[in-house]
């Protein structure tokens, strides 16, 4: 079996969403100067690169990331190519052929060519699921969806898909790099930081797979 790392590597030209803080590197000690080991200090959100959305996170309810079942996020899932050029409904879903026997779901857009391409500016016309398809999935019974981008839902009206995901207890994964992964059943392992009252965390995920 072959182990994809579908993580992005945090660095600090990494987009990040607009108005959150930038990515601060730091090296705090460094023994090319003398000192008795290298020591780097990060600022960020927790909503950077590779990461898993608490239901906290639009739902204010306390249900923070060291309280998601980390069962959820590791186990049998499909990544399904989309060639859709807008935002993904429940339609473009249902012509994919995706339905509930799937728990987690990983979707691969052209979002992917950005992270392939290496761009560095934030790109607000991505890909992402509208509320009708966030319905789906649920109707679906669907316990784990990721995007091959900074969100989920679209940049111009977030909350609707975000919210009707988290209440129906959906995990989210977003900024996966996609870009080298062939669609087809993996294993995936995503395993968020534990940071206590959180309403989300960075995630190194991998699939395992052909």
């Known amino acids: 079996m072959n182990l994809f790392d579908i993580s992005l590597t945090i660095t600090e030209d990494l987009p990040t969403w607009p108005g959150d803080p930038g990515i601060k590197l730091e090296k705090t000690s460094q023994i090319k100067e003398g000192e008795m080991a290298n020591l780097t200090h990060i600022s960020t959100s927790v909503h950077v690169g590779t990461h898993v959305d608490a239901p906290d996170h ?3 309810n306390g249900e923070t990331v060291e309280k998601i ?3 959820l996020l590791v186990g049998p ?3 399904v190519e989309l060639s859709s050029n807008q935002t993904i409904s429940a339609d473009d879903l249902r012509s994919a052929g995706i339905t509930g026997k799937d ?3 990983l979707l691969k857009t052209r979002n992917s060519r950005i992270w392939a391409e290496g761009l560095r500016e934030f790109q607000e016309d991505f890909i992402a699921l509208d509320a009708g398809a966030a319905s789906y999935l649920v109707e679906c019974g669907l316990k784990v969806v990721g995007v091959d981008y900074l969100s989920v839902a679209p ?3 977030p909350e609707p898909t975000h919210r009707i995901l988290l209440e129906a207890g959906v995990l989210i994964i977003e900024g996966l790099d996609l870009s080298g992964i062939k669609p087809g059943p993996y294993r995936l ?3 968020p930081l534990k940071i206590g ?7 190194r995920v991998l699939l395992q797979g052909d």
């Open 103 to 105: 728990q987690r779901l």
């Open 77 to 79: 899932a499909l990544v």
């Open 58 to 60: 639009f739902l204010g």
């Open 197 to 203: 009252g959180s309403d989300g965390a960075p995630a």
């Open 69 to 71: 079942p980390l069962d």
């Open 189 to 191: 392992l995503c395993l």
């Open 155 to 157: 940049f111009t009206d």
